[in-house]
């Protein structure tokens, strides 16, 4: 299951939905010809179409249902990471806002190292999985930079009521690269998908063996594309930087941009 889920990752969305789609029409090839057989062999039974129609409506019944929890599952997980991105973006603006209090040399200290340090993280959220390994270990060198910068600054104003609202800016900021971290491993199980696969294919036979006929093969096929771009969409949500949905960087570049046309000194103006 891990190693689906690997693949499933680094697999581009076009290419699974192809490869999709194709299993599906072999499964619907399997179930024509094996309706084919059946028919060459049956002895008659009035009340089988009425049957058929039931196994059908009850087969996709069921995927209606996994299809809905798993978006469900799936989009609720895309929301936690945005959220994420937002909190993140404020929890560092306000760190940096905060280091404006201090003086030199602790104040550009703690500027470059926020700004960098967004920098990464932006860089972060947008590269693919495969390139993430040094932004990964640069993003834990900075934060350990920004925590030895906060512990040099905090003896200049131990004495101040300041002290502790810059060490919960700081904890916060360190806290969120926790959450997001979590949030980006914290996926719909591949198991799921397997089984949505499986399902999937299942269904595309069942319905090869039931649609008869140039309209059955055209009904077949619209059903197909609807079921193959119901799976592709949640796959794609689940991915947080691959596929057309990603996660939204937004806030995050918004700071980057306003950090750096505020750079230590900008706030001095009546200091």
């Not at 029409?25 to 008659?44: D, P």
């Not at 929890?69 to 937002?86: C, G, K, P, Q």
């Not at 806030?251 to 306003?258: F, N, Q, S, T």
Request: charged share 20%.
């Amino acid at each position: 299951m891990i190693a689906f889920g690997q693949w499933m990752e680094n697999t581009p969305t076009l290419m699974l939905g192809v490869l999709l789609l194709l299993a599906m029409c072999l499964a619907a090839f399997i179930g024509y010809f094996g309706r084919r057989y059946r028919e060459r062999r049956r002895t008659g039974d009035k009340d089988e179409g009425s049957q058929e129609g039931y196994v059908v409506s009850a087969v996709l019944g069921l995927l209606a249902l996994l299809l809905g929890f798993t978006f469900a599952l799936a989009v609720d997980r895309f929301e936690t990471r945005r959220s994420l991105v937002l909190q993140e973006a404020n929890a560092i603006g306000t760190s940096y806002l905060r280091s404006q209090l201090l003086e030199d040399p602790h104040r550009s200290r703690m500027s470059g190292i926020l700004l960098a340090y967004t920098e990464n993280r932006v860089a972060l959220g947008t590269a693919k999985p495969a390139n993430t390994k040094s932004l990964l270990e640069r993003n834990d060198r900075l934060l350990t930079d920004l925590w030895s910068a906060t512990a040099a600054a905090f003896d200049s104003v131990s004495n101040k009521h300041f002290s502790s609202s810059l060490l919960d800016t700081v904890n916060e900021v360190i806290d969120l690269d926790a959450s997001r971290k979590a949030a980006r491993q914290v996926r719909v199980p591949a198991e799921v998908f397997v089984v949505l696969v499986i399902y999937v294919v299942v269904t595309a036979g069942v319905l090869g063996y039931v649609l008869i006929g140039s309209r059955g093969i055209v009904v077949a096929g619209f059903l197909f594309i609807l079921m193959v771009m119901s799976l592709l969409l949640i796959m794609d949500i689940d991915r947080p930087a691959l596929g057309g949905i990603t996660e939204a960087q937004g806030p995050m570049i918004e700071l980057r941009d306003a950090l750096r046309k505020q750079p230590p000194g900008t706030f001095d103006r009546w200091r």
